[in-house]
C-alpha cells in the first residue's frame, strides 16, 4: 500500500473544497480494482467529509450549521484561538474511506469528498493510499 | 477484496436501524479470520454509527440529541429543506470499520452497528467489505 | 492483520488521554513498512479522535465545546443518566486509521491520537491492527 499526498490550498477560514477528482486521479495511478480508497489529512484545525457536490448551498449550509454549533469566540483557553477549528476537526474526522469496486470509487450518485478547512486559508496536506487487488 | 451491498429499508424520517446482523452475515460469507470488517453507505442525508444497541432508549437519546443540536427549520439555503440531515450526516460519517478477530466481528459487549436514517422513508444501500486473512 | 489489546484507565467522569505512543509501541512491534494502523475501541460512552498534543488546553477546549453541546442533564430517557455520553461517542466515533509510511505512523506535526472518555473513570480497551507489507 502506497501512499500519495495532495496539495490541497484553501483561501477562506471556513470553506469546504471538493478533492474527489484529486482522489479519483489516484485510484487511477494505482493498479486497484477491487478494494478500499483511504484519505488522511495530517492537520489538527481541518476534517475530511463526505457529502452532496451537487448544490453548492448544501456544502454552504454544513458549513453554517457547524459554526452555529460551535462559535468562533467562546470559553476557550487555548491561546491561539482557534479552538472553534480544532472542535470541528474532531466532529468532521482526519481520515475517510471509499469502497473501489471495477477500478472505481463506489460514492453514491451525490456525494463528494470534502477537504473541511477551519482555520484557513492555508496550504494543505491530504494522503491517498489505495488497499486490494 | 469484494463488496457487497445490502438493501436497508427505513419508515420514518429520522431513525436508527441496527444492522449488526446483517453485517455479520456478510462477514460470515467470508472467508476472513482475522482482518478489518468495513461498512460504507452511499448516501448523503444518512449515515452509520456504532453505539449501545441493549436499551433502546439510547438510540432515541441519541437521535433526539441531535434533532436538538440541529434543528429541522433553520437559516438554511439548500431549496430541498433537508440541510438539517446532510448536517447530521456529516457529524455521524458515511462508513465504519470493526476488526475481525476469530472469524467474527470484534464489538464490544454493548455494541451495535446503526444505519442512521436523518431523511427518510426511504430504501437506502449499504456496501459491506472485508479484508484479511 | 493480527490486533492486539491495549488497556486504557481512565480517572475522570471525562478526559481525553493521549495514546500515540501506545499505537505507536503496537506498529513497531509489526513488520508493516507501508500500509495503515487501525484503531478501535469497544465502548459506547467512549470515543477516539484526532487533535492537537502540543498544547493541552486544545484539549480541554474540546472537551467543554462538547459538554456544551451535549449537557450532562437533558430531556434524556435512558435510565443510566448517561444519555450525553453516548451522543459525544458517536459525535467522536468508535474508530480511526492513520497511514503508515517507511513504519511510522504518518501524523501531522500538531496531530496525537486521543481516548475520549465521556463517562469515566473506567478501564477501557482499545485494539490495534497494522495492515500492509
Not at 480508497?37 to 476534517?47: E, L, P, Q, R
Not at 482557534?82 to 475517510?96: E, R, T, V, Y
Request: glycine share 10%; aromatic share 6%.
Amino acid at each position: 500500500m502506497k501512499w500519495t499526498k495532495i496539495e490541497v490550498k484553501t483561501s477562506s477560514r471556513t470553506q469546504f473544497i471538493d478533492i474527489t477528482g484529486l482522489v479519483s486521479d489516484e485510484l487511477a495511478k494505482s493498479a486497484v480494482k477491487n478494494g478500499a480508497c483511504h484519505v488522511y489529512m495530517t492537520h489538527t484545525t481541518a476534517g475530511l467529509t463526505i457529502n452532496e457536490n451537487a448544490d453548492p448551498d448544501v456544502a454552504r449550509d454544513i458549513l453554517a450549521g457547524l459554526a452555529h454549533l460551535v462559535p468562533e469566540k467562546g470559553n476557550y483557553r487555548h491561546a491561539e484561538g482557534n479552538s472553534d477549528a480544532h472542535i470541528k476537526a474532531s466532529l468532521m474526522g482526519s481520515s475517510l474511506m471509499v469502497p473501489v469496486i471495477d477500478g472505481r470509487l463506489a460514492l453514491g450518485t451525490w456525494q463528494g469528498i470534502y477537504f473541511c478547512e477551519f482555520d484557513g486559508p492555508r496550504v494543505r496536506n491530504v494522503l491517498v493510499g489505495v488497499s486490494g487487488e
